[in-house]
């Protein structure tokens, strides 16, 4: 079934500009430095900063997660003649995919502050975009989503039970 999705996303978008947005996200994702750097532009409007730290933790700690599952897990990245990649990846390594896990993390502690539709919107456009680069399997970056936005939601709870 993850054959089957990628090719049909790559199929279905390949020859569009979805290709261009998709490595636009994926320079952005990149070991989650724009959403460091999203979360740094919060931290110093000088509102709500305890809310942009705790959510840039949230970013910080699932990207940790997912590359340590990795490591773990090492399964290698899609290699399919008709599907091949159409960006550069700092590894080999595939599941579960790291932009997953922090562009969900990012959506469950920015997305309070900025709004949780347009959070969820980039979520969404971030998982299809790896798949679309044929850089990650569907269940990859379904799994990192899952990943992302536990740890997140864990790194919200610890914060709230800080400062009760």
């Known amino acids: 079934m993850d054959h089957a999705v990628l090719r049909s996303t790559r199929r279905a978008l390949g020859g569009t500009p979805a290709v261009g947005l998709a490595r636009g996200l994926s320079r952005f994702g990149e070991h989650a430095l724009g959403w460091i750097a ?61 932009h997953s896990c922090s562009t969900a993390a990012a959506a469950v502690g920015f997305g309070p502050i900025v709004g949780r539709p347009a959070m969820v919107g980039v979520t969404g456009l971030m998982l299809v975009s790896r798949v679309l680069l044929g850089v990650h399997y569907p269940s990859d970056v379904i799994s990192g989503a899952a990943l992302g936005a536990g740890t997140a939601a864990l790194v919200r709870r610890m914060s709230a039970s800080r400062e009760a």
């Open 38 to 98: 999203l979360g740094a532009v919060g931290w110093a409007s000088g509102r709500r900063r305890e809310d942009w730290v705790t959510a840039t933790v949230g970013v910080v700690t699932a990207h940790a997660a997912g590359v340590g599952v990795k490591r773990v897990v090492r399964r290698v990245r899609p290699a399919l003649e008709d599907v091949p990649a159409l960006v550069a990846t700092p590894s080999r390594l595939s599941f579960p995919s790291a």
